[in-house]
Nanobody
Framework: QVQLVESGGGSVQSGGSLRLSCAAS????????MGWFRQVAGLEREGIAA???????TYADPVKGRFTISQDNAKNTLYLQMNSLKPEDTAMYYC??????????????????WGQGTQVTVSS
């Protein structure tokens, strides 16, 4: 079993930065891949970044070059460094983990464990 708790969201002006954290508890073997997703009310949840147990990463096109996913295995924590934020980045951000899939998927259906989310608001 894996429990995930996000933090670090908030309000920032366009061009600013935020770093999200996701504290994970449970067996590390249960986290073959971890990812960050975001969702705007009324729209589908969107995968934006994923990382595997070897720290290989995958990014969605809208965040490439601006966001960086990383993990600290000693602290069991996943991070998302978000730079050059834009108003269109405004969303609820979720971290997720999958116990079985090591290919760093960006589809929400591939993940079985989810945090409760943290809100990010970017004003122009």
């Amino acid at each position: 079993q894996v429990q995930l708790v996000e933090s670090g969201g908030g309000s920032v002006q366009s061009g600013g930065s935020l770093r999200l954290s996701c504290a994970a508890s449970g067996r590390r073997v249960s986290r073959a891949s971890m990812g960050w997703f975001r969702q705007v009310a009324g729209l589908e949840r969107e995968g934006i970044a994923a990382i595997d147990s070897d720290s290989k990463t995958t990014y969605a096109d809208p965040v490439k070059g601006r966001f960086t996913i990383s993990q600290d295995n000693a602290k069991n924590t996943l991070y998302l460094q978000m730079n050059s934020l834009k108003p269109e980045d405004t969303a609820m951000y979720y971290c997720a983990a999958t116990a079985f899939i090591r290919s760093r998927p960006l589809h929400p259906v591939e993940y079985g464990y989810w945090g409760q989310g943290t809100q990010v608001t970017v004003s122009s």
